[in-house]
């Protein structure tokens, strides 16, 4: 469980800002539902990523191509945040067409701090090709709506650009830059396509970065040691849970349709262990304490 903890109704943004002001580099895995989260706040993760990708494949098994809907997003976001005390940085995309609206929706449930993109909408995968970008100015109004629409200073707006792979790195950092000056709490530049790219965006870019370290996409993985190294203050690898959980279950599947049992697999996590994650004694004891 998160270490961090201030008072209020919605302590996630004030422990966020006390994590990003502590020395070193934040890791996180991107959950796709709130049992994914309850998980990894368990084996130690300190901050939450929420990615449209894996909840787009999780909640409605479609691919990231702007199928999900922004009250769609906020619901998943109110599940898990009900159930974590870690803080959350959720994707905002685009801004789903109001960029002010979805901010105050995210707030509103739980989150910690939005994402929000420069994509033009429909968006795509930022790993996925053919992205095209709005203009500097779309861009900066989305980052100005995004800061002024928060009602709690605390509640971090992140700037992600994904110009690299249209208009090249120089202006990917460009971008980046003036998303800084606006105040933009911290940058994320999508898809750089080496480790040098990886250094020139830490060198050239002030403020807390992200760094995306996604399993067979463009960036190279670099470990959180080197990044931090490099200057990066959060590393995220967004959808790897959702890989893990789909090799597992077809695993599953494919060995009892040709064995006809799987109980010789089951031998990480058993009935009663998934019955202490999910806190039943805990919620049963709450549930007949009410009936007396």
Do not use: W
């Not at 789903?96 to 795509?124: C, M, W």
């Not at 090249?168 to 980046?176: H, P, S, V």
């Amino acid at each position: 469980m998160n270490e961090v903890q201030i008072d209020g109704m919605n302590s996630g943004p004030s422990n966020l800002r006390c994590l990003l002001d502590r020395p070193g580099i934040i890791r996180s895995l991107g959950a796709h539902d709130a049992f994914t989260a309850i998980l990894l706040e368990d084996v130690g993760f300190e901050v939450v990523f929420l990615g449209g990708f894996g909840v787009s494949a999780s909640l409605l098994g479609m691919p990231d191509l702007d199928f999900l809907s922004m009250p769609q997003m906020a619901e998943c976001i109110d599940r898990i945040t009900s159930r974590i005390s870690s803080p959350m940085i959720a994707d905002g995309d685009t801004g789903h067409g109001n960029v002010r609206e979805t901010v105050r929706a995210f707030e509103a449930a739980g989150a910690a701090g939005v994402l929000i993109e420069d994509q033009i909408s429909p968006k795509r995968c930022g790993h996925f090709g053919e992205k095209q970008v709005v203009d500097r100015n779309e861009m900066e109004m989305r980052i100005m709506d995004a800061l002024e629409a928060r009602s709690n200073p605390d509640f971090l707006i992140l700037a992600r650009t994904d110009a690299r792979q249209q208009k090249g790195l120089e202006e990917a950092i460009e971008r980046a830059q003036i998303c800084q000056k606006i105040g933009a709490d911290m940058i994320f530049i999508e898809a750089p396509q080496s480790r040098q790219e990886l250094k020139e965006i830490a060198s050239r870019v002030d403020g807390p970065l992200l760094a995306n370290m996604l399993t067979g996409g463009l960036t190279p993985i670099l470990s959180a040691d080197e990044l931090q190294s490099l200057g990066y203050k959060i590393v995220v690898c967004p959808v790897e849970s959702l890989m893990v959980t789909a090799q597992a279950v077809r695993h599953l599947g494919q060995t009892f349709l040709s064995e006809g049992r799987i109980d010789h697999l089951i031998s990480t996590v058993d009935f009663e262990e998934l019955k202490e994650i999910l806190e039943v004694k805990q919620h049963l004891f709450r549930r007949n304490s009410l009936e007396k």
